[in-house]
């Protein structure tokens, strides 16, 4: 069988890397430009959250980048600790995927497959995780909680 494609899978995953990232930071700014404009009360869009009514590891990162986007960097990182770094990691990964599809070579391919990356990484979150459950279990009420959730 013939391949009729032109582009390498190698390639077509930088394409996807490059919207994924792309995508990333520019839906939070859509939600800023469009909505309604009470960011901070409105309803989470997380379907564990509406399930259960406690946040899940991402939650809040969307609110986060779009407060770092208004210029408010103490309610983004209130919102998630790894909203402003994910802005940056987003930023890098469109220079180095476009630098790397336009020269035909692979940069820091070995930092960016480390299992130990992966591992410090994961470890980081479910250790901030924990903590940001905790803080949350602590300051509201199980009513509050059931609130939060669709079955209030």
């Known amino acids: 069988m013939i391949s009729t494609s032109y582009i390498s899978k190698r390639d077509a995953r930088k394409l996807l890397g490059i919207a994924a990232a792309a995508l990333t930071l520019l839906i939070p700014y859509l939600i800023d430009a469009f909505?309604?404009?009470?960011?901070?009360?409105?309803?989470?869009?997380?379907?564990?959250?509406?399930l259960t009514g406690?946040?899940?590891?991402?939650?809040?990162?969307?609110?986060?980048?779009i407060f770092l986007y208004q210029g408010d960097l103490y309610k983004s990182v209130w919102y998630h600790l790894f909203g402003p770094p994910l802005v940056l990691f987003c930023i890098f990964l469109l220079l180095?995927?476009?630098?790397?599809?336009?020269?035909?070579?692979?940069?820091?391919?070995?930092?960016?497959?480390?299992?130990?990356?992966?591992?410090?990484?994961?470890?980081?979150l479910a250790l901030y995780h924990i903590v940001r459950l905790w803080?949350?279990?602590?300051?509201?009420?199980?009513d509050a909680i059931i609130k939060g959730s669709i079955w209030q």
């Open 35 to 50: 909505g309604h404009g009470d960011i901070e009360h409105a309803q989470s869009l997380c379907p564990f959250k509406m």
């Open 54 to 65: 406690l946040p899940c590891p991402g939650c809040g990162i969307t609110k986060s980048l």
């Open 96 to 124: 180095l995927l476009t630098i790397e599809l336009i020269t035909k070579r692979d940069y820091l391919r070995s930092i960016f497959y480390s299992r130990w990356l992966a591992y410090g990484l994961a470890l980081s």
């Open 135 to 142: 803080y949350f279990l602590s300051s509201n009420t199980l």
